[in-house]
Antibody, heavy 118, light 107 residues
Framework: QVQLQESGPGLVKPSETLSLTCTVS????????WSWIRQPPGKGLQWIGT???????TYNPSLKSRVTISLDTSKNQFSLNLRSVTAADTAFHFC????????????WGQGILVTVSS | DIQMTQSPSTLSASVGDRVTFTCRAS??????LAWYQQKPGKAPKFLIY???SLKSGVPSRFSGSGSGTEFTLTIGSLQPDDFATYYC?????????FGQGTKLEIK
């Protein structure tokens, strides 16, 4: 059974870069799509972006200028970089799998809280 | 961009009740609509897709319907495990959008 696990710093300073990694275990990263979704504490969900197993990316237009999602197939991992963060970027960050771009998110990581504060 | 509006924001109900949540889109779209359940401190779980196909293993008391701009999620007879927040999700061909959620709480 595939499992996803987010990892990275829980605290980032304003104006710096938020960097997270999602490790996929129990299955291959190939032939799927992988997304990052965030949720400010007590608020709703926002899709950040998606990467295919071939490395093609699509980003939320509202975040596109600051986001990069990348893939490391040798480690069965994909990563999120969000630049120039502010307090408004404080959120739980989830990684998720889908079988196609346009497919539902059928498997999620447990989530990791990243706080932006000096 | 299509905006997804869920109502009500909060719904109070009792075990055994039948409840319905609504998700409205700001414009007509392709019926790509999914529902997720999220419990506190946990990741969302996919329940229903397009808009009435249940994920394998989801209890049959859950059902989805709708078309055009209005979609509903119905729970036929509430069980204690169903108290959670429910989100609808739309895909427009190039981005995913979530509704703001409906919190189902115990009356």
């Amino acid at each position: 059974q595939v499992q996803l696990q987010e990892s990275g710093p829980g605290l980032v300073k304003p104006s710096e870069t938020l960097s997270l990694t999602c490790t996929v275990s129990g299955g291959s990263i190939h032939n799927f799509y992988w997304s990052w979704i965030r949720q400010p504490p007590g608020k709703g969900l926002q899709w950040i972006g998606t990467i295919s197993s071939s490395g093609n990316t699509t980003y939320n237009p509202s975040l596109k200028s600051r986001v990069t999602i990348s893939l490391d197939t040798s480690k069965n991992q994909f990563s999120l970089n969000l630049r120039s963060v502010t307090a408004a970027d404080t959120a739980f960050h989830f990684c998720a799998r889908h079988v196609s771009f346009g497919g539902v998110f059928d498997c999620w990581g447990q989530g990791i809280l990243v706080t932006v504060s000096s | 961009d299509i905006q997804m509006t869920q109502s009500p924001s909060t719904l109070s109900a009792s075990v055994g009740d039948r409840v319905t949540f609504t998700c409205r889109a700001s414009q007509n779209f392709n019926n790509w609509l999914a529902w997720y359940q999220q419990k506190p401190g946990k990741a969302p779980k996919f329940l229903i897709y397009r808009p009435s196909s249940l994920k394998s293993g989801v209890p049959s008391r859950f059902s989805g319907s709708g078309s055009g701009t209005e979609f509903t999620l119905t729970i036929g007879s509430l069980q204690p495990d169903d108290f959670a927040t429910y989100y609808c999700q739309h895909f427009n061909g190039y981005q995913y959008t979530f509704g703001q959620g409906t919190k189902l709480e115990i009356k």
